[in-house]
């Protein structure tokens, strides 16, 4: 009689083999036979097929038994499963192999090692489930990982335990929840050749963005050491994004990073019976990016490469979750693993929903804040799980609708993790354990928190808001928010472009699938307020201060970082590649910095460089900091920032807009300026736009004009200077109206000088979405494009779309 085969080499594994292989196995394989063309790297191994696993399970005569204990088992009641997965386990790992099994696998592992040059060489022992990786339900995680395993001995206990990983508690609660037979789901092990990661660096990729699911981005998620720690939520990892687009044209369009703690990694164990360690990482190490931008964009490449593969045999977009490491040793890259994401990929476009907090208070209320995983709101009791032990947690008394907090989560509180309304942790990243299983439930989360478990007591009444960008807030108490649901079918097509002011990068992604013409207002300021913290001329200047506390400030803020310059420089080219990306390849309109004295000077180092005025709005901002002596280098700064977003990253779609500029002198010193830093109008298709907000600006439109490639009316400060008021007095509040007359005839006359001179002109503002009658004397006066905020949106368009029926206006043809 033939002997079974339990054996199948990596290499000869493909898609076909699901059943066989599992999942994560088949795609390997896949890969190896497909992808390594490209340049791909994946380590070498073998595969012990599920048939091993059946008749493993059959040559122990251990379905049946398994069975009798899951069916006297009340799956919900968390201290039954508990026990009930304990036994099966046990059961299991206590089983012996068939003789001819284990010589196979012996023989496989000993050939691997030759392969090597080595007598027993490391191995990842990993399990991959039938059920695993595919595309309508995610089982990432659901069973165990075992590395650095060495020697035939401890290999053959590994696959044991793997086996036994098929029911912890967490896979049979799984398996209930999407309906799958406990033993329709068969399991391979793959044995795979260890990567070095434990001198280098590892981590996740995702194809997408893991929170809106913006389609044309990768995040990267990395960290010293073995990847375990990024995937268990152990660690704060830096992430990295980068803009697959343009990427593939070839530009350097990595358009965030972010450091993160990176405090402790995973290596090799000691001689001894562990075969991993957690040890802290040197201070030099910790403080500063683990991955360089040649590694960014090669590994972004491969990622590219995997999911087009993958959509082009799938017949439809395939966006992918992919492990990876870099070997501390050889210095070479590494794909570990690669599974079909399962989230976002099976939404249907067109749909959103939004949170609408109404509390503009409640900032006053916030406790604590986190990165955001999802989109949404919830409140509840705290229920804080800290110091327990696995078999503990079924009798920790948590209840549904209960907010919990932890410093980590652990895979086999999936059960738990059900009843939970939000998620609150100390550790952990947007790839994290916590973070894929909160989004798989579709409850908010909120981790990284640091100090949530400290901060935070059981029975305490929250609010968890994960509706405001990438930064999660937990709030005191219940906050008053309204949920709306919108539909792009019902949107009606408008003659008169609409535009979105977008102010935040974090939620640029979120807003990337509405059907606008792009951003017409995208304000510097916000980018320098939230993400840089620090006065520019300060960052510049501030070691010939003699302040001792801002320059430990601004040392600890730049870290990664050469100098103050380049931090700057990074981080607003960031937050405006961001938006760009979104938006791409439609225009994004970006105005150079707007801050007033009074605004600068509040900001970290400010009360150096800015001079007290009498009246701030009317003062010392805009144009006339540029070419001053006192601000030029600041400037410089923005400038190299614009340049670098446009012609490293390949975002053209840029235009930069002057604010309050005064006479068409300033514009031309500006102009001389700009070019000084590198940035030339019309040089790489650079266009310029002016912020008319300024009754110079109308008066002198057409002399404006020939120096310009649009205007954007900033209704806001035009009223407050046609009226002569200060729009800040609520003396004269009463009195600010851009519907007067004055103000219309002013914006009547712009746009019939911008005409004649074949010059763009718009405007950004709330008055078209707040009153209609503005709305209806901005089209009838033919204006080029209206934008407004996000939120304004929806019903902006409506109202234009009323108003252009009623004047018999086509409606324009595409959304360019």
Same mark, same amino acid.
């Given at each position: ?144 990982? /075992? ?82 720690? =990024? ?27 972010? @450091? ?33 931008? =040649? ?26 979750? =992919? ?92 059960? @738990? ?38 901060? @935070? ?173 006192? /601000? ?145 004397? @901005? ?38």
């Amino acid at each position: 009689m033939n002997m079974k085969n339990y054996i199948l080499q990596l290499k000869d594994a493909s898609i076909t083999d699901i059943d066989l292989v599992g999942g994560k196995s088949a795609s390997l394989g896949e890969m190896i036979q497909h992808l390594t063309g490209f340049g791909i790297n994946i380590p070498d191994g073998f595969i012990i097929t599920s048939k091993a696993y059946e008749e493993f399970i059959k040559f122990n005569k251990l379905q049946d038994l398994i069975n009798e204990i899951i069916e006297a088992t009340d799956i919900d009641d968390l201290h039954q499963l508990s026990e009930c997965g304990a036994q099966i386990r046990k059961q299991i790992e206590n089983g012996e192999f068939p003789l001819s099994m284990e010589t196979q696998i012996k023989r496989a592992y000993f050939n691997l090692g030759q392969r090597y040059q080595q007598h027993a060489t490391d191995v990842a022992v990993r399990s991959s489930a039938t059920a695993e990786d595919l595309p309508d339900a995610s089982f990432a995680g659901q069973q165990d990982t /075992y590395l650095n395993i060495t020697g035939q001995d401890n290999l053959l206990i590994a696959v044991k335990n793997c086996f036994a990983s098929l029911f912890t508690n967490r896979a049979i609660s799984y398996r209930k929840m999407f309906g799958y037979e406990h033993f329709k789901v068969g399991l391979s092990v793959c044995v795979q050749k260890m990567v070095r990661s434990d001198k280098g660096v590892a981590g996740v990729a995702f194809s997408l963005d893991t929170e809106s699911g913006f389609k044309d981005v990768i995040i990267i998620n990395a960290s010293y050491g073995l990847g375990e720690m =990024i995937v268990q939520g152990l660690i704060s990892p830096d992430e990295f994004i980068v803009f697959k687009p343009l990427l593939k044209e070839g530009f350097k369009s990595v358009i965030e990073k972010k @450091l993160g703690k990176k405090h402790q990694k995973m290596i090799y164990g000691d001689c001894g019976h562990e075969a991993v360690q957690i040890i802290n990482t040197p201070i030099q190490d910790s403080t500063r990016y683990c991955l360089n931008d =040649i590694q960014i964009l090669q590994l972004s490449n491969w990622v590219t490469i995997i999911e087009d593969y993958y959509s082009s045999r799938n017949g439809k977009w395939c966006p992918m979750d =992919i492990e990876w490491a870099i070997d501390g040793i050889s210095g070479q890259l590494f794909i570990l693993q690669a599974r079909p994401e399962t989230v976002h990929s099976k939404k249907k476009p067109g749909c959103i929903s939004e949170y609408k907090i109404h509390d503009r208070t409640r900032h006053d209320k916030m406790l604590l804040r986190g990165i955001a995983v999802g989109d949404k709101i919830a409140s509840g009791k705290i229920h804080v799980l800290t110091g327990l032990e696995k078999a503990d947690i079924s009798r920790a008394g948590f209840r549904s609708g209960d907010i919990m907090v932890t410093d980590m989560t652990d895979p086999d509180w999936e059960p @738990l993790m059900k009843k939970a309304a939000a998620i609150i942790t100390n550790k952990g990243g947007r790839t994290c354990h916590a973070a894929i299983v909160a989004r798989e439930l579709n409850v908010p989360a909120i981790v990284g928190c640091e100090n949530a478990t400290a901060t @935070l007591s059981t029975g305490q009444q929250v609010t968890a808001s994960c509706a405001e960008g990438e930064t999660g807030f937990v709030y005191e108490g219940n906050i008053s928010y309204e949920k709306m649901e919108h539909s792009f079918s019902e949107l009606p097509r408008t003659s008169t472009p609409i535009m979105m002011n977008v102010g935040s990068p974090d939620r640029a992604f979120q807003y990337a699938h509405y059907p606008c013409y792009g951003v017409g207002l995208a304000r510097e300021e916000f980018i320098i307020n939230n993400y840089i913290k620090v006065h520019p001329m300060a960052l510049l200047a501030h070691e010939g201060l003699g302040d001792i506390e801002l320059s430990a400030h601004i040392n600890h803020i730049t870290k990664g970082y050469k100098n103050g310059e380049e931090f700057f420089i990074e981080k607003l080219s960031y937050g405006i590649a961001k938006i760009a990306a979104a938006f791409y390849p439609k225009n994004v309109i970006v105005r150079f910095s707007d801050f007033k004295t009074n605004e600068y000077y509040n900001m970290p180092g400010g009360k150096y460089f800015e001079p007290a005025e009498e009246n701030p709005m009317i003062g010392w901002r805009g144009a006339s900091r540029y070419y001053s002596s006192a /601000y030029k280098e600041a400037f410089g700064m923005e400038c190299k920032a614009i340049k670098k977003v446009r012609e490293t990253m390949g975002l053209i779609n840029v235009i930069v807009m002057i604010p309050f500029c005064r006479t068409v002198e300033e514009l031309l010193k500006v102009y001389k300026t700009m070019d000084s830093f590198g940035l030339k109008r019309h040089e790489n298709g650079l266009e310029v736009y002016l912020m008319a907000e300024i009754p110079s600006n109308v008066i002198l439109a057409e002399q404006f004009a020939r120096h310009i490639d649009g205007f954007s009316i900033g209704s806001n400060d035009l009223t407050q200077l046609v009226l002569g008021l200060d729009r800040d007095s609520s003396l004269v509040a009463g009195l600010y109206n851009e519907r007067n007359d004055a103000v219309k005839n002013m914006i009547s006359s712009l746009i019939v000088s911008a005409k004649k001179m074949n010059v763009k002109v718009g405007i950004c503002g709330q008055g078209p979405s707040d009153y209609p009658d503005f709305a209806e004397f @901005l089209v009838e006066a033919g204006i080029d494009t209206i934008s407004v905020t996000p939120d304004s949106f929806m019903k902006t368009a409506k109202a234009i779309k009323c108003i252009e029926d009623k004047l018999g206006l086509e409606v324009a043809s595409t959304v360019k």
